[in-house]
């Protein structure tokens, strides 16, 4: 096993760039190529002017013009360059060449990377500020057949394409010497990106760990450290658990979001999903095909005292993804946050399915004290000309009364103001809902799945309950749970 696995066992400081790179330089066991296209060979002169590259550094080399990187990689069907089948080409052929290239008789403890980011920094302009794939393919092992990778999407926020250059330079080099030396920590790996770098100017949206030495990483939870360290607000993964981009699944689409704790995903949940989307995509303007549906999840809907707990937040997305759905996590506790960021990618029909409760609390002051236009500021980013609100109804516990959009109470000052959206058709009620099943909440369910009660099996979606059992979802309880 080569020097390299070694694992640190004192206290950690953060080197600088410089001693990391050279602390790759002068390991003769590292050995790998460069490629970098649309901002510069930033990464690999880092490694040149450390000194000892030549110990390192196989090749390093840019594709600028498309004719020269297709006769390379390939032709891009689409036309996209900056894209991640992009990086994952280069990667593969990257390190086929290595294989090819290099005698692995005269080198028999060589472990073997490439390295490959493919951006687009700021335009003139500069309304775009650009983004970035980015990734390592690497052996920890030089017998082994199965390669590890690690992929990631980064978003610029910086207004020179220089600064935002020279930030992927330090990027790369984290992410090179993380690989190598951080591999064994996958989650404190993804803080140590951010080393030499300031959050506000580069943001990781996305991550994906894969090979051998990361078999045991589920990638949902690392979507959720973004989250949780401030590296992006909003993270998505799909039905088979995989991690997404948030952008590309967006771009363009008509989205209904419903929000939810989703602790446990009961049949109200896809009554309300199933209701909202049929009126949906009757709209006109709605195309089926470029329709998403969204179970997003708040992060504050994650804590417990203060703290998120990943094995809680696991049962739930388990359950949404086993439904076939996309699940969100995001920062966005009001509204019209939520609405905003969609808003970055999609100009299409957007809709928010909810319940009376949850309606209420939209038009409740105290949520927009922070802003300084109040409630009308909120408003005016939340029911822009293409969204629209599906209510979903309510028993009252007390009375037995039915509320709808019709007879919900909201604060006396926010009367005027609620009339306005309501009568503008901002506000659809769900007529079709079951009546059977108003008396189901997830909250109910969730204490009888404590208390190990009997009798909540059928207030779950078909297969649901079999999956609690058989898995032993949300058996344990929450530090904020056992305080009550």
């Known amino acids: 096993m080569a020097s390299v696995l070694k694992r ?9 760039i410089k001693a990391k790179t050279l602390r790759i330089n002068l390991n003769p066991d590292i050995y790998g190529t460069f490629a970098e296209i649309g901002a510069g060979q930033e990464t690999a002169r880092h490694f040149f002017r450390s000194g000892g590259a030549s110990g390192t550094i196989a090749k390093a080399m840019s594709a600028y013009d498309k004719q020269f990187s297709d006769a390379i990689y390939g032709i891009e069907k689409d036309g996209r360059y900056v894209t991640q089948p992009r990086l994952k080409t280069m990667l593969e052929h990257e390190m086929r060449l290595m294989e090819e290239r290099i005698d692995r008789e005269n080198h028999p403890d060589r472990l073997f990377f490439s390295y490959a980011n493919t951006v687009a920094t700021i335009d003139f302009s500069k309304r775009y500020k650009g983004h970035g794939w980015i990734g390592i393919r690497f052996q920890l092992d030089p017998h082994q057949k199965e390669l590890d990778e690690i992929i990631l999407h980064v978003r610029f926020k910086q207004n020179e394409a220089r600064l935002q250059q020279e930030t992927l330079g330090i990027l790369g080099v984290n992410l090179i010497y993380g690989a190598f030396y951080k591999y064994h920590k996958p989650k404190k790996m993804l803080k140590y990106l951010y080393d030499h770098i300031d959050k506000d100017t580069i943001e990781i949206d996305m991550i994906n760990f894969s090979g051998p030495n990361f078999k045991d990483v589920d990638n949902r939870l690392m979507s959720l450290q973004l989250i949780k360290n401030d590296m992006t607000d909003a993270v998505m ?4 658990g995989t991690n997404l981009l948030p ?38 303007s709605v195309d089926v095909d470029k329709t998403i549906v969204i179970f997003e999840i708040t992060l504050s809907n994650l804590k417990a005292s203060g703290e998120i707990d990943e094995q809680d937040f696991m049962d739930r997305a388990r359950l949404l993804c086993s439904l076939g759905h996309y699940v969100m996590i995001s920062k966005f506790q009001e509204y019209y946050k939520l609405v905003e960021y969609f808003n970055n990618y999609t100009k299409q029909r957007i809709g928010l399915t909810m319940g009376v409760n949850n309606l209420v609390d939209v038009f409740d002051e105290k949520y927009y004290r922070h802003l300084s236009g109040g409630i009308l500021e909120a408003f005016g980013k939340l029911f822009f000309k293409d969204l629209q609100v599906y209510l979903y109804p309510m028993k009252d516990a007390e009375t037995g009364r039915i509320m709808t959009s019709n007879n919900v109470k909201v604060h006396p000052r926010m009367k005027e103001l609620y009339k306005f959206f309501k009568y503008n058709g901002k506000v659809m009620d769900i007529i079709d809902y079951d009546p059977e099943i108003m008396h189901i909440f997830s909250r109910d369910v969730l204490k009888k799945i404590m208390n190990n009660e009997e009798g909540w099996e059928e207030q779950l979606p078909q297969g649901i309950a079999e999956m609690i059992k058989e898995k032993n979802l949300f058996t344990r309880k929450l530090a904020s749970e056992e305080k009550k």
């Not at 640190?8 to 600088?16: H, K, L, Q, R």
């Not at 993964?237 to 088979?240: E, T, Y």
């Open 247 to 284: 952008a590309a699944v967006l771009y363009k689409k008509n989205i209904l979001a419903l929000r939810g704790s989703f602790r446990p995903v009961t049949k109200v949940n896809l009554d309300m999903f199933q209701k909202s989307y049929d009126i949906f995509v009757r709209d006109s």
């Open 237 to 240: 993964f799909g039905p088979d």
């Open 8 to 16: 640190d066992t004192a206290f950690e400081n953060i080197p600088s």
